[in-house]
């Protein structure tokens, strides 16, 4: 079975873009997370969402956004980007919302 | 709000020696705990989880942990390193019972085994 695939696996920005970034879940995962890890740092948790309805939203602003489709896949969106957004951006997959989380190998985001 | 430390930037261990890397939890209420690895490029892979039961999970690829609730610890180990265990080792901590799993990072180990 494919794991957690996600799309682009590179993108290079400038300021005050913005980008989304795409996620296909293992298949029969309902439950989508997305992370920010910055360069030498441990992810930190974005949003989830489940069953299309959002279902956590870490501490980070207003310009993220993120959305589920019927499918199960997810999008997440940073708009008016900043140098400070640059990161892999990870996503995560399970079955349900309190089982362990399976990742994605990352969106590497570079703003010039 | 849940939090994990792990107070080691780097651990070196001969290969064929006990590898351990230790990691302390804060959270409210009995936690969900879980080791990560990550390879250079990639996206974490799970190792092992801890939510109820036995003090010492076993995990993947000759891993395993110990809670240890009074020491709010969950470390780590493997009785023998190979070269190819040289990583990123990240904790996580989730809260129970949220109906989310939004797991709160430390900010890792790098793993250096020596031939």
């Known amino acids: 079975d494919a794991g957690v695939t996600q799309s682009p696996t590179h993108l290079i920005k400038t300021r005050g873009q913005h980008v989304t970034l795409r996620c296909s879940p293992i298949?029969?995962?309902?439950?989508v997370s997305w992370y920010q890890q910055v360069l030498g740092q441990g992810p930190q948790f974005i949003f989830q969402?489940?069953?299309?309805?959002?279902?956590g939203r870490g501490n980070f602003p207003d310009r993220f956004s993120a959305r589920q489709f019927p499918n199960y896949s997810s999008e997440l969106n940073v708009n008016a980007l900043l140098l400070g957004d640059s990161a892999l951006y990870l996503c995560?997959?399970?079955?349900?919302?309190?089982?362990?989380?399976?990742f994605g190998d990352g969106t590497r985001l570079s703003i010039l | 709000a849940q939090s994990v430390a792990q107070p080691e930037d780097q651990v070196n261990v001969a290969e064929g020696n006990p590898l351990t890397v230790k990691c302390t939890y804060s959270?409210?209420?009995?936690?969900?705990l879980f080791w990560y690895v990550q390879y250079p490029n990639r996206g974490l892979q799970f190792l092992l989880k801890?939510?109820?039961?036995?003090?010492l999970v076993k995990g993947s690829y000759g891993f395993e942990a110990e809670f240890n609730k009074s020491q709010t610890s969950f470390h780590l180990k493997k009785p023998s390193a190979l070269v190819s265990d040289s990583a990123l080792y990240f904790c996580?901590?989730?809260?129970?019972?949220?109906?989310?799993?939004?797991?709160?990072f430390g900010k890792g180990n790098q793993v250096v085994v020596i031939p």
């Open positions: 995560a997959s399970s079955s349900l919302p309190n089982q362990p989380q399976h």
């Open positions: 298949s029969g995962h309902k439950s």
């Open positions: 969402y489940y069953e299309k309805e959002e279902r």
């Open positions: 959270v409210s209420g009995n936690p969900y």
């Open positions: 801890y939510i109820t039961g036995d003090n």
């Open positions: 996580a901590v989730s809260p129970p019972g949220e109906g989310n799993n939004r797991l709160a």
